[in-house]
Nanobody, 116 residues
């Protein structure tokens, strides 16, 4: 089993920055890809950014150039640095880990609210 706990959400003005953290515990050696997803009210959950164990990353087009995902394997933590935030970035953000058997694990989510 893998447990994921997010932190770092909050309220920020447009143009501001936030850094989300996701601490992993449990059978972390089985985790290959870590990702950040978000879900706004009335919308489907969408992938924001993902990072593999070797550091390869991919981003949603809407956040490219503004968000950076990183992973500290020694600390078992994945981060999402969010800059130049926009009101449309407002959502609940979830950390997700996929293991080598393609099973997905989810954190409880952290709210990000960007005011205009």
């Amino acid at each position: 089993q893998v447990q994921l706990v997010e932190s770092g959400g909050g309220l920020v003005q447009a143009g501001g920055s936030l850094r989300l953290s996701c601490a992993c515990s449990g059978s972390i050696f089985t985790i290959s890809t870590m990702g950040w997803y978000r879900q706004a009210p009335g919308k489907q959950r969408e992938l924001v950014a993902a990072v593999t164990r070797d550091g390869s990353t991919n981003y949603a087009d809407s956040v490219k150039g503004r968000f950076t995902v990183s992973r500290d394997n020694a600390e078992n933590t994945v981060y999402l640095q969010m800059n130049s935030l926009k009101p449309e970035d407002t959502a609940a953000y979830y950390c997700e880990g996929t293991d080598i058997w393609e099973r997905a694990y989810w954190g409880q989510g952290t709210q990000v609210t960007v005011s205009s």
